[in-house]
């Protein structure tokens, strides 16, 4: 199943990650672009026409570790590799969030859904200048889907328990066999970088395909399909690239993209520091903000702009152990986990959480209160029929009797929950140390509960012990987590739905399903997989939607938005709420005057 | 010169700023904890005499605030709803001095509320939560010096009075603790620690960590005294006449660290003051919602809170006056160690 590209860590962080891969290319023997001739199927892009030329520059949280799409495991790496230098068969585009053809010009799904035949453009070619077709595409699938390699893409090709098939129908087509439906379709197909064969064959017979295409790599050893290809690493500095003069797209007054002559990434890794860069007009374009510097930029805003592109695809919650006891739990938590697995004491948490406050307090209201999981940032599977309860102590402490808790009154005067065997209720909220959003949420949620009469702990924990006393040992009351989709459709979320999945947070990798509910839940989720179209699919997740707000297993928070800003002289930009936020459409982007040009 | 006894000024000084910090409950006009959801991050209020049409109040008043439509943090005043300022007001419950139940703050609004100092992220009442911070810190620093003073003192007494090998041991450890990277050792203790320390425990954790770091440097000093107090004359002479190893400590060789131990005592307060601070600025201290004056200032390690709220940065002022005081005290401890041995040294030649 294509569940594993959800088993990268940089999902976890706010800042997440796509997957995706890309080729880079030296510069072509006789450094002028060639003309488009008519043998070339370009694509045409709609939108503003551009200027040629102009450097861009963008800050990058760390250095990627890596320009090889095959190894490629951190999000700086595949943020560049994604974001500048790869190119796809079927792209999805993170504006409309549909997917659209890129290297492949058309594509035709079998009736039973298991058979993809992709038609490739023609007369392509890689930045390197040498030409691109079927064979480089065989050569990647057979790359990527070989074991030895290790390539962070083969979870992604085991679809049904099989790895994919590829077959050469002529030079210019090509089919793909899938053992199982699938029901995300051609999605499958984004993010998954084409490699040129001519220069990647030698390495992957001598076994040393992983050690190619170091950051330290030279320019004239790249070669990829992306709007841009390498040409300088400055260690610790800089990567700079520049215009791929053979990029297969072209605006509608027949322009070759992209407009750019360069696009430097400077490493900075703190996002203070990023701010500063920004404001001072060292780098033209700036993502992933917090409300709290949007609104810092927002206040001066001198020769820049900033932008809110709503809500993205980030939800935060809360969740309880719903482990079940086991020998090694202290009998403390087991005796507290009597309390999370009762459904009613969830949802009278649920109740007593002012969303609105945390939307206000946490993202200074640039953000959105959440019921589910889906969020308003995803266009199409968000299932309007779930309730939005405001926030209400009163049907908290109801939900709360119900469940056979009482409340005494504390020496202090303060009334406080008891439980049916009249011990106090009180637990502690995870946190992780690094993420000041959610350790605000948690505060937020502490003082909620302080008014229900439960005292809670908030526990702000170095993320890896936070995620390891979650998924492995198990040792924990409460966490406040988020998680980011690397796509809208909810096939990228299976890992996290499905009781056996590692992401299961509230109870990971579980043999059998622990509850009625998450075992209807496993069902749902494997229909929509093999279900034929949107339709039936919807109606699936929003089955699943409801289940989740009925039993609360997370209890959803809140989502904030996408936050950018670039200088005005800076045309096209239209940030996504998808990754990659503001390089989405670097193909696109361009000075409106020479000023981008001008600096030193 | 400053003469004999200017010490006792600083010490009533000291007095002072301590009772307002241990009567925080009074002085505060709020709980530290509660949250005033419609009012982060406000600026502290004017308090007035005189409103918008010119009109002189008898009693100080302010206007109530409202937050500005659609914005996040931009108040405005509201000039049409003047709240007078009231004195000896009942408000949140709290405990004097952590034992008199008490009800009575020295100044309030009960009509609206009152943000001296301004608010924190939470609309949290920035001027109660700097002196009940207050508490926390400074006790701290007051237990944790205890702590180090105490082991210093027997450790360094018993390293210079025995000598010897037990001399070489004792100071090669103290050495060793002198040389550990602490704050490295704290961040990996924490991560050993059980998930909920409530905030008391973590309280008395952060007084023996601080506690038992510091005792090295003290101890070399109160050993240095110890070994020349022991070759004394009438040490040895009441050596000589059978006086055991507890009757020489008590009675002549401790009396004569006396001087160094208040000195170091001035010092080291606003020290551990100053560690407590930086642990919780880490992270490592108290956790919310208590506050404490590190947990206070760590909010300024975001550059958005650092360029535009200026009264998040009051905490730092808060312990200016403590730390002026504690060092005030020493210099005027030490000097009067001096001129008392002068004095003593004169006096001797006289007889």
């Known amino acids: ?600 | 010169m400053m003469h004999r006894g200017g010490w006792k000024r600083w010490l009533i000084a000291l007095a002072v700023l301590h009772g307002i910090i241990g009567c925080a409950g009074f002085f505060a006009p709020y709980d530290p904890a509660e949250q005033d959801r419609e009012r982060p991050y406000l600026p502290p209020m004017k308090i007035r005499m005189v409103d918008t049409a010119g009109h002189f109040h008898f009693r100080p008043f302010f206007y109530g605030v409202h937050l500005g439509d659609g914005t996040f943090d931009q108040f405005e005043e509201s000039t049409d709803q003047v709240v007078p300022l009231q004195f000896l007001v009942s408000g949140a419950r709290y405990r004097l001095l952590g034992l008199m139940p008490c009800q009575k703050h020295l100044f309030g609004a009960p009509a609206s509320r009152i943000y001296l100092l301004g608010s924190d992220a939470y609309g949290r009442d920035q001027l109660s939560r700097i002196l009940y911070g207050g508490q926390i810190s400074l006790l701290s620093g007051l237990l944790g010096a205890g702590l180090t003073l105490f082991f210093g003192l027997l450790i360094g007494a018993a390293a210079g009075f025995f000598g010897g090998w037990k001399d070489g041991l004792l100071m090669r450890v103290a050495e060793l603790f002198m040389a550990l990277p602490w704050l490295y050792l704290l961040l990996a203790l924490r991560a050993f620690l059980p998930l909920s320390v409530s905030p008391l425990r973590a309280f008395f954790l952060i007084i023996v960590v601080i506690g038992a770091v510091g005792w090295a440097r003290p101890a070399r000093l109160v050993r240095g005294v110890v070994l020349s107090a022991k070759e004394r004359d009438y040490v040895r002479a009441a050596r000589g006449f059978g006086a055991k190893n507890g009757y020489l400590l008590r009675r002549h060789i401790l009396p004569e660290t006396s001087s160094v131990i208040l000195t170091q005592a001035a010092i080291l307060v606003p020290q551990f003051v100053l560690a407590e601070m930086t642990l919780s600025f880490l992270g490592l201290g108290v956790p919310e919602p208590v506050p404490t004056w590190g947990s206070l200032l760590a909010s300024l390690q975001q550059y958005s809170v650092l360029v535009s709220y200026w009264w998040m940065y009051l905490p730092a002022l808060a312990i200016v006056p403590f730390f002026l005081g504690y060092l005030g005290l020493a210099s005027a401890l030490q000097q009067d160690a001096s001129t008392g041995k002068i004095e003593k040294a004169a006096s001797g030649v006289r007889q």
């Open chain 1, 1 to 600: 199943m294509s569940m594993a590209r959800l088993s990268t860590f940089g999902r976890w962080l706010s800042c997440s990650l796509l997957l995706a891969g890309a080729g880079i290319a030296s510069p072509p023997a006789d450094g002028f672009p060639p003309q488009a001739s008519s043998s070339e199927e370009l694509l045409t892009l709609p939108g503003e026409i551009g200027k040629p030329g102009g450097r861009l520059i963008v800050s990058l949280r760390a250095e990627p570790k890596t320009l090889n799409p095959l190894t490629a495991a951190d999000a700086p790496s595949q943020e560049v590799i994604l974001g500048a230098m790869q190119a796809d068969l079927v792209h999805i585009n993170r504006a409309t969030q549909l997917t659209e053809p890129a290297l492949a010009k058309s594509w035709r799904v079998s009736p039973d859904g298991l058979q993809y035949t992709l038609t490739l453009r023609k007369g392509l070619r890689f930045s390197d200048g040498q030409p691109f077709d079927a064979n480089d595409l065989l050569f990647t699938f057979r790359v990527y889907l070989d074991e030895n390699v290790h390539a962070t893409q083969r979870d992604q090709l085991i679809v049904g328990g099989k790895p994919i098939t590829v077959r050469k129908l002529d030079e210019q087509t090509v089919v793909f066999q899938l053992a199982k439906t699938y029901g995300a379709g051609e999605r499958l197909f984004d993010g998954l970088a084409i490699l040129p064969r001519h220069l990647l064959e030698k390495p992957y017979s001598e076994g040393k395909l992983a050690q190619t295409w170091t950051l330290a790599t030279p320019a004239n050893q790249w070669a990829g399909l992306g709007p841009f290809r390498l040409k300088e690493y400055v260690p610790g500095q800089k990567l700079v690239l520049e215009r791929n003069p053979y990029y297969w797209k072209k605006d509608t007054k027949g322009n070759r993209l992209p407009y750019l002559d360069e696009v430097v990434f400077l490493f900075v890794s703190n996002a203070d520091a990023q701010v500063l860069r920004f404001q001072s007009g060292e780098t033209d374009l700036i993502s992933r903000l917090g409300a709290e510097n949007f609104s810092v930029l927002s206040r001066q805003q001198k020769g820049y702009s900033m932008s809110d592109a709503g809500p993205g695809l980030e939800y935060n919650f809360l969740f309880f152990n719903l482990n079940e006891p086991g020998e090694k739990t202290s009998p403390d938590l087991a005796r507290k986990m009597k309390w999370f697995h009762e459904t009613k004491f969830r949802q009278a948490i649920s109740q007593a959480i002012d969303r609105e406050a945390i939307v206000r307090l946490v993202y200074q209201g640039r953000g959105a209160a959440l019921w589910g999981p889906v969020t308003p940032g995803n266009h199409r599977w968000g299932d309007a029929s779930i309730p939005h309860p405001p926030r209400s102590l009163e049907k908290a402490r109801a939900l709360l009797k119900e469940a056979g808790f009482t409340w005494t009154t504390a020496p202090d005067g303060r009334p406080t929950l008891v439980d049916s065997d009249s011990k106090p209720v009180e637990f502690s909220i995870l946190t992780s140390s690094t993420n000041a959003d959610r350790t605000k949420m948690a505060t937020l949620i502490q003082d909620d509960l302080k008014q229900l009469g439960i005292p809670a702990q908030v526990v702000p924990t170095e993320f890896r012990s936070l995620l390891d006393r979650v998924t492995q040992t198990r040792e924990y009351e409460a966490c406040v987590l988020g998680l980011v989709s690397f796509d809208a459709d909810p096939t990228a979320e299976t890992n996290v739905w499905l009781s056996s999945g590692g992401r299961h947070l509230w109870n990971p990798s579980q043999a059998h399903p622990a509850t009625a509910w998450e075992a209807e839940i496993d069902k749902l989720m494997e229909q929509q997989l093999v279900a034929p179209s949107f339709e039936p699919r919807k109606k699936l997740f929003d089955r699943v939607q409801e289940i989740l707000a009925e039993n609360q297993p997370m209890i959803f928070l809140a989502s904030p938005d996408i936050l950018a800003g670039a200088k005005n002289s800076i045309g096209n930009f239209h940030p996504a709420v998808l990754e990659p936020y503001v390089l989405w459409n670097v193909e696109q982007l361009y000075f409106k005057d020479a000023s981008g040009n001008a600096r030193p």
